[in-house]
Each structure stands twice: as C-alpha cells, then as structure tokens.
C-alpha cells in the first residue's frame, strides 16, 4: 500500500521542482508519474532531443527518493509529425480526419506512426531504462479515449483486409460465417473489404463485430511494440498501462497479457454523472460521493489481469472538468476511495494531479495543490493517509496478501460488443447489467472476482453470468464441472461467436443443463416494469422479458400471467428478465444462501471488503452506521460507528 502522484514539471517554473518534490515526500508520496505527455519537450523538432529539462526533473524526484513511473509519450504526437505524415492521423465514421490540437489524434493501424512511437520510446528507454530512479513505466496514455481504438483510415481498412484473410482463409469462409447470401452482400475477395461504415442502413452485424476485434488487436499490438522495446532497455521494471472506468472498446485483458501491473484512472464522480447507466434519483444520491460501487467494480474488474497485480494511476482528487456536470466531493471522499482502493488489494493509489493547471484544457480539473500552491481538500487528505498508512504499517502487515473472493461475476468484452451491435432495446447494456449484478453482490457483503469468460472457474462457490450472450463450449464445460451454485442473466447464451441466433435455441449451449428453452424475447420501453412473485416477495424486471419453455426447469418466480420469471435446474438458475438491483439481491441472496456463502445485508452506503487478515468498511452515506465484523476482530482504524464517509479497518483475530 504506496501513495502515489502524477506531475508535469515542464508546466512548471524549474525552480519550484525540488520544492514539489520534497513536499510529496513529507506527504507521503512514493510514486511519481511523468512524461506521458511530453514529446513535443522532449523532441521540438524532428531530431533535435532536449533531454536536459528531463533529466533534472528525475534527479529533483530522485533526491527526495521517491520512485519514477516513466509514461512514454504517444499519446500527443507533435504537430511536425503531423504536418509531416498526416496519415498518422485517425479518420472518424464520416470520413473526417480527427486532427491536431488535444491529444490522442492517431490512428493504431499507421505504420508511420507505429515507426515513430518505436523510436520515441526506444530513445526513451535507453536514456533512462537502467536510472535508479526510473522503478516502473507507463504505455501511452488511456488507449482509446474520446472514442479513438475504432478509425476508418486508408491503413485501418487495409490492416483490416490481412486480418480478416488470416482469420477465415478464403473468402467462401468468410460469406458462410457473415451471412452474406442476406440481402446480397456476398464478397468475391478480401480486398474488396470495406470497414463497416457509411452504410445506407445498419451494417452486417458480424461485420461489425469482426472490424471490433480487429480494432481491439491493433491496440494489443501497439502496446506489445511499447512493452517489448522497455522490456529490452528496461530490464526487470514492471511495465503498466492507465485504463478508463467503463470503457469497453478493446479487450483489457488481451493488452494485460502484455503488461505487469494493470493500472486505472477512477474518477467515481464523474463516473456517476457520465457512464454508469444511473437513473437520475441515483446520480442526484451519490452526487458528491459517487456511487459506491462504480470504484469497486473497476477495482475488481482489473485485479483479475496482470496475475492480481494492479494500481489506481489517476485517482479523483476533486472536482473534475470533462462530465456534464461536476460536483465537488464531500470532505472524507478522497480518504476514503484510497481506503477503498487498498481494500480491494490494489499496491499504489496515485492521485491525478499534484497542482491544478492554471491553463489550457483541464483547468478546471483540481489536484492536490491549488494553483497557488496551497494544498487543497484532496491534498490534505491524502496526507491524512500518508499519516495513517505509516502508523499502522500495512504495507509489511500485508505483503503477499490476497483479496479471495468465494463469488466470480463474468463479464465479457465480446458479449458487450455483441449487445451494442444488436442491442434490440435502446438502453440495453451488458456493462449495466453486470454492474447492476454487482452492486447486488457487494450490498450482500460479498467479496467479488470479476472475470473473463474464460478465466478457470475451479473454486469458486457462486459464478453470476449477468449477460454473456456468447457462451462458448469451454465456458459451458466449466460450468458443468465447478460444482458451484451458478445464475444465468437473460440473453446469455443466445449468440454465437459469429453473432448470428444461437443452435439449439438460447440459452444455446446453457440450454440443457438449465433445463428450459427461450421461445420469445421482447424489449421494454422506459417506465414499464413487469412484476412477478417471489414466495410473498416481488421481482421487478425493466428493459427486457423473455418467455420460456421449462422443460425440465422448476419455475421459482412467475410473472403475473403465470409465467417463469426465474427457473431452477439443480444448482443452476436463469432470469428470463432484466432485474433491478433489488431484483438481483433477492436472487443473488438465495443462491449464495445455497452455496453456504455468508451474507450481511448492508445498508446501501456501506461497503465492506476483507483483504489477507482485514476487514475494510467504508461509509458512503450522509448519515453515521454502526458496523464490526461478525467474527473476533480489534481496531486497528476507527471503531464499530462510521461518520459519514468514515473507514474503519479491523484485524481479523482469527485469519
């Protein structure tokens, strides 16, 4: 458990360099983000290096002896290199260059620019691959951010053309896969292969699928060029990269296969307001707090890379600039997402940024100083924490500790592809789904592992399948043979990898040992809620309702008109709908109660979470709760009464 900064000394006079540094230090800072949007410093013109300004801001940092994290610096390529080579340049869905002026404006698939990112970062890792200072590195920066993994260049399209010979060899292939006797679409030869775009009306569905999967392996590759080139100057680093919160358009965990330490960027407020799928009365609840388990989904979502190994590299430190609107949080906020952060077993949180920038565009987005120097909210408490973390030595008391979930919640990329290609409902999302599944879990008290579907499943008492709507004939296998209680959301099942109606009917593959069969489905419109009975208790479903055929299934809810809104076989259970979270909880609670998994019913701004022999509470809500953990326990952190936003943290006598 290490605190952790990021900093920009080229926005900042050289003589406050040292100052910074020793500040952070007495803060209790240990790690120190640079460079990731430097290249236009470090390389003013083609060729023509100023290394020195960089140099003394490591040896100013290394002084104080705090650790380097080193960003490469390609996600803002200078405007010589693209006045210089405009194809680097991605092209958007109407055909328009996406150009200069903010960041991240490339394309992954032009070889110019994977060129130039390889000699940047090769001339960044000689310099200062083996500099005692430089403990870790970052690649680029947020890959995909301001919707940039999917481009429709001349090179994309072209890239995209070898990707698809090499995945279905002939073009006869590739028609029977596609579908394209439909509606006449069928292909004489891999060059005459557009991107699926333009198009008078919808595009092919798997047509778009593959050009997803196509554009998420151009961002596996980029970043393979990067790590296998710091890897080669940088010997025995660990190499990470800064992902978003529920950002979904390329396959984190094909990149992490690539990388050391998964890390990402948590900005629970402006989470809450943005992307989280919220209804209003929730966004208004948690406005100055954020939700309470949009941190910890990400938190869980990205311990399952990287063997475990994962950081918060931008941690929220105050009001942000980029949602629609943007609360300040509540005094306590940034204490306790840190708190929560280490809870979930990440190694460093490190807060975005050290001071808040008096120009350009992220000038209204607060870090720990103000721009006046003085600290701000954030600031002070991250030094709280800095104070709290040395007092009790977690760091030691936990090395080689591990969060061990006995639940895993499978979320798949490609299923959340599948979902927006063919969303059948306008507000339909698997992402929501599977947070929504989550949140249920956590106000049980369960700690979760959220994995991909092919993950091993060996272990786990309770597996929640909230939509995977591809299930492949290895996950169906894992099923059978994990001997835990297991729930099935609506739709899982019901594609194949090719996206077309999957054989036998949905649930597919999950169809027999379910018992039941998927005769309709149906979508449904904001504000209407289809009710069925739960032994005295009711089961709200929204967005989405199916009817089944039980052949073999024990009806456990019905709707009102008689039919199964959830069905059992064995240890096996299906919604035939889209539950709330209350929905969730009420099923969720029965097949944990099944799984002989112990529950506490927390109230729904309390959030708990065990880590090695603690056991973490966080209190989200307005108003002061009482909480200790069931078994024998002593206070290492506060005590059994939270305050609102209050952390206790107890040692568990018996671990």
């Known amino acids: 458990m290490e605190l952790g900064v990021c900093y920009y000394p080229e926005q900042w006079p050289t003589a406050w360099w040292a100052d910074d540094a020793k500040r952070m230090r007495e803060m209790g800072i240990r790690w120190v983000r640079i460079a990731e949007f430097a290249w236009s410093v470090i390389e003013p013109a083609p060729g023509r290096l100023e290394w020195a300004w960089l140099d003394r801001a490591v040896e100013a940092l290394h002084a104080e002896g705090l650790k380097v994290v080193m960003g490469t610096p390609t996600a803002t390529p200078p405007k010589w290199l693209v006045d210089a080579h405009p194809e680097i340049l991605a092209v958007d869905a109407h055909g328009a260059l996406r150009g200069f002026g903010s960041r991240r404006h490339y394309c992954f698939s032009s070889p110019v620019y994977r060129e130039q990112s390889a000699r940047i970062v090769r001339l960044m890792a000689e310099r200062y691959g083996h500099h005692d200072a430089v403990a870790a590195w970052q690649t680029d920066n947020e890959y995909g951010c301001h919707d940039t993994v999917l481009s429709y260049s001349p090179a994309a399209r072209e890239a995209f053309r070898r990707w698809l010979a090499g995945r279905y060899a002939t073009i006869e292939a590739l028609n029977r896969a596609w579908g394209t006797v439909f509606w006449s679409q069928c292909y004489s030869g891999f060059e005459t292969i557009d991107p699926p775009v333009g198009t008078v009306t919808e595009a092919n569905p798997a047509h778009r699928l593959d050009y997803r999967r196509f554009a998420s392996d151009e961002v596996v590759a980029y970043n393979r060029m990067q790590v296998e080139i710091i890897r080669a100057h940088s010997p025995g680093r660990p190499v990470a990269h800064n992902y978003m919160g529920f950002f ?9 296969r690539d990388l050391d330490i998964a890390s990402w960027d948590s900005y629970p407020i402006g989470f809450t307001q943005d992307r989280a799928g919220l209804s209003d009365a929730e966004k208004r609840r948690w406005m100055r707090t954020g939700h309470p388990d949009i941190p910890a989904f990400h938190h869980d979502l990205y311990r399952g890379m990287c063997a475990g190994r994962w950081w918060v590299m931008e941690q929220q430190p105050g009001p942000v600039n980029w949602a629609p609107w943007n609360p300040a949080p509540e005094d306590g906020m940034v204490r306790m997402w840190t708190w929560q952060a280490f809870a979930h077993g990440a190694e460093v949180v490190s807060y975005f940024r050290w001071r808040q920038v008096r120009f350009a565009q992220e000038q209204m987005h607060a870090g720990l100083n103000r721009p006046d120097h003085a600290l701000d909210q954030g600031g002070v408490e991250a030094t709280q924490v800095g104070e709290e973390l040395r007092r009790l030595g977690l760091s030691v008391e936990l090395a080689g500790q591990r969060v061990a979930p006995r639940v895993a919640l499978l979320f798949d990329y490609d299923s959340h592809w599948i979902g927006q290609i063919q969303p059948q409902g306008a507000d339909y999302s698997v992402l929501h789904e599977c947070f929504r599944a989550y949140s249920a879990l956590r106000g049980l008290g369960l700690d979760v ?86 032994d005295g208790g009711e089961l709200h479903q929204q967005r989405w309702r199916e009817r089944l055929a039980c052949e073999h299934a024990d009806i456990e809810a019905r709707y009102t008109d008689g039919s199964a809104a959830v069905a059992r076989r ?6 035939a709908g889209s539950p709330d979270i209350a929905g969730w909880s009420t099923v969720l609670a029965r097949a944990a109660a099944d799984a002989g998994l112990p529950m506490q019913h927390l109230d729904d701004g309390l959030r708990v979470s065990r880590i090695g022999g603690l056991a973490i509470a966080c209190n989200f809500s307005d108003q002061a709760l009482e909480w200790s953990p069931a078994e024998p326990a002593t206070a290492l952190l506060g005590d059994r009464r939270l305050a609102p936003r209050g952390v206790s943290i107890w040692q568990l006598t018996n671990h």
Do not use: C, N
């Open 248 to 256: 979904t358009e390329f396959d984190h965990h094909a990149v992490s």
């Open 449 to 534: 592992d959220v994995l991909p579907s092919g993950a091993p499943l060996a272990g786990y008492a309770l597996i929640v399948l909230p939509a995977q709507l591809h299930v492949s004939e290895a996950l169906a296998a894992a099923l059978s043979a994990s001997g835990a209680q297991v729930v099935v959301g609506a739709r899982s099942g019901s594609k194949t990898a090719r996206l077309s109606i999957a054989k036998p009917l949905p649930p597919g593959r999950l169809a027999e040992p379910l018992g039941l069969t998927v005769l309709r489905v149906e979508s449904l419109p904001p504000g209407v809620t289809e009710t069925a009975g739960f």
């Open 570 to 575: 064995g240890r096996m259970r299906y919604l």
